[in-house]
């Protein structure tokens, strides 16, 4: 199984500026490779990979400095673009300004990488043109290098090696019929539907304060000024500590969820979508952009998709099966008795049911983790539904649709006109029974380098 090691590397000062160099070439390929696909694209051929690493040869040729770095390395920049372009399109991939983008470089070639270990906190890896770099041993690299990626983030180097740690998939969870739901938001990171609340603060009352004097900096500082670039990097230093926290607490608590349940129940959350800017065009403002800028602030900081990618790596090492679900009222339907309606939702942590005769009451991240548990573990229909409403139409479906298992609730949550609930017309539905354990393996590739 692939799967990333990561590591702080300690470069000298020559080794620093010859990364440096490198990354400065990738990113003066990759920009010159992308202007002439879209060149090509406008009049309407187009241009793979081939042909540039070909033109490539040539520039080394014809530009001496080009021949600094690597062949294999400014080809695997080639070999990158062409796959952005492929996937996102030619004119949707970004360009690389050295303002906006991270430093970074990859040896696709793992038989040219050698590692030794110096002792016990140091070790060391041998890479083209660059020599044995010094890094800190933090983990066993625990398999077969397969690749290398040399990046810089907060003021320093690290080493990504692609790795073959020759696990495989279990079969079977340990714990089969083991399910759980999980709630993300803005006040706890995650609450799963057993009543467990995991969360953490991922900076300090100190960090804080020291951030907001930094901005104030940088507003009186004096844009190209070398002052102006110290705290730049202050303040990536901060954010880069909040960002390793933030990934710890993810991978934390993904392993210790996939550890204890073979299956997974996530919102479909389209976390991109949900932090966009709400400030609109000079035409048509947007309003309420500084309360959405709050939002989106705090659905980053919580990391919501972070951790949805640390459980899907977790799960493939115990066979967990993650499943995404359409979030549509999760969070105002009651998991005891199926009512939906706004009044459900007292306060940001309450949850009481207003159908007579239920009164169900509980703590409102929780109810959604169960609704959420409810909606993923039913069986799938022959229509894509799940199976506790009837399907209007017997087609085969490409997969689980995520509808709603309720009746009378649209599927979208919007635009669908509402029927009457069983509440309204006299009548007590169902509850849902537990999920039962579907026998599936995670079809997941990931690239971690």
Known sequence: MLTGRRYRLEVTAGQAAQCQEFADMCRSVWNIGLEQRRAYRRRGAWMNYVPQAGELADAKREHGWLK???SHVLQQTLRDLDRACRDHGTFKVRWRSKA???PSFRFPAGS?????????????????????????????????????????????????????????????????????????????????????????????????????RLQQRLARSERGSTNRAKVIAAMNAVMGRVSDRRADFCAQTASRIVAKNALVVLEDLKTRNMTASASGTPAEPGRQVAQK???????????????????????????????????????????????????????QAVFRCKAS?????????VNAAKNIRHAGGQPVSACGDLGTSRSVKQE????????????????????????????Q????????PDAPHREMRPCVDLNLA
């Open 68 to 70: 600094a770095a690597p």
């Open 100 to 102: 906006r983008w991270s």
């Open 112 to 212: 040219l990488i050698t590692v030794e270990r110096l002792g016990r906190k140091w070790g060391r890896v041998k890479l083209p043109k660059l020599g044995w770099v010094r890094f800190r041993w933090s983990r066993p690299l625990g398999g077969e290098i397969r690749s290398a990626t040399v990046s810089r983030r907060s003021g320093h180097w690290f080493v990504s090696f692609l790795v073959d740690d020759q696990a495989v998939t279990p079969q079977r969870h340990a714990m089969a019929d083991t399910s759980v739901g999980i709630d993300r938001g803005v006040k706890t990171a995650a609450v799963t539907s057993d009543g467990d609340f995991h969360d953490r603060a991922f900076i300090t009352p100190g960090e804080t304060a020291r951030y907001r």
């Open 293 to 347: 800028r709050g939002l989106n602030r705090a659905i980053l900081y919580k990391g919501w998709h972070r951790l949805e990618l640390s459980l899907i790596s977790a799960a493939r090492y115990t066979g967990t099966v993650v499943v995404k679900v359409n979030p549509a009222y999760t969070s105002q339907r009651c998991s005891a008795c199926g009512l939906v309606t706004e009044g459900n939702r007292e306060s």
């Open 357 to 365: 005769g239920c009164g169900h009451a509980e703590h409102a991240d």
């Open 396 to 423: 085969p479906v490409s997969r689980a649709t995520g509808r709603t298992p309720y009746r009378g609730i649209p599927a979208s949550g919007r635009g669908g006109r509402q029927r009457r609930s069983d509440a």
């Open 425 to 432: 017309r006299g009548t007590s539905p169902a509850r849902l």
